[in-house]
């Protein structure tokens, strides 16, 4: 199975900063089959990225995916206020999907 | 609008069972995999099953394979979960989530399932 760790745990930074951080899988993956969420203090995940690299629907460009193999990295270009929540990657391979335990972005 | 909303968590004694439905609407729902992902507060999520558009196919997390049941009715645009054998464990708020590009691009609200003597 697939284990993917994020780091850093948590990140302080102010708004207008470049935040980025990274998910390593426990072995190579396929970038197909990597995606990313953001989740905020009582609310559902929201997909932000798929295919490693692909936004999803409605989400500002200012969120872009990188990486292969088994390190990926999401950045977010410049923070709004909306943007400190905490962020998830997400693997999908033979018939099991699978997270990482998330990095928290706090205002610093 | 896209909406899917969960129901049947509440409270159940370990060994029980408990059957969550989740009504879809807004989006063509037999055209969509579907899938049960559940997250203890402050934990990150957990993908629990899938099921294919058909209802042809099915996948379990090993965690529940044997306890859990996935099924939908196209005809009524729901998903079901069917969860036997309940352990401490499986306390969780539970979303129904839409497949997309092997990834969840639409979350149901959850429903909070919570097992304890």
């Known amino acids: 199975e697939i284990v993917l760790t994020q780091s850093p745990g948590t990140l302080s930074l102010s708004p207008g900063e470049r935040a980025s951080f990274s998910c390593r899988a426990s072995?190579?993956?396929?970038?197909?089959?990597l995606a990313w969420y953001q989740q905020k203090p009582g609310q559902t995940p929201r997909l932000l990225i798929y295919?490693?690299?692909n936004r999803a629907t409605d989400i500002p460009d200012r969120f872009s995916g990188s990486g292969s193999g088994a390190d990926f990295t999401l950045t977010i270009s410049r923070l709004e206020p909306e943007d400190f929540a905490v962020y998830y990657c997400?693997?999908?391979?033979?018939?099991?999907?699978?997270f990482g335990q998330g990095t928290k972005v706090e205002v610093k | 609008e896209v909406q899917m909303v969960a129901s049947g968590g509440g409270l159940v004694q370990p060994g029980g069972s408990l059957r969550l439905s989740c009504a879809a609407s807004?989006?063509?729902?037999?055209?969509?995999?579907m899938n049960w992902v559940r997250q203890t507060p402050g934990m990150g999520p957990e993908w629990v099953s899938y099921?294919?558009?058909?209802?042809?196919?099915?996948y379990y997390a090993d965690s529940v394979k044997g306890r859990f049941t996935i099924s939908r009715d196209n005809a009524r645009d729901s998903l079901f979960l069917q969860m036997n054998s309940l352990r401490a464990e499986d306390t969780a708020i539970y979303y129904c989530?839409?497949?997309?590009?092997?990834?969840?691009?639409?979350w149901g609200q959850g429903t909070m399932v919570t097992v304890s003597s």
């Open positions: 989530a839409r497949g997309f590009q092997n990834a969840f691009d639409m």
């Open positions: 807004g989006f063509t729902f037999n055209n969509h995999n």
């Open positions: 099921i294919r558009n058909t209802g042809e196919v099915m």
């Open positions: 072995q190579t993956v396929s970038s197909s089959n």
């Open positions: 295919g490693a690299y």
């Open positions: 997400q693997h999908y391979g033979s018939a099991r999907w699978t």
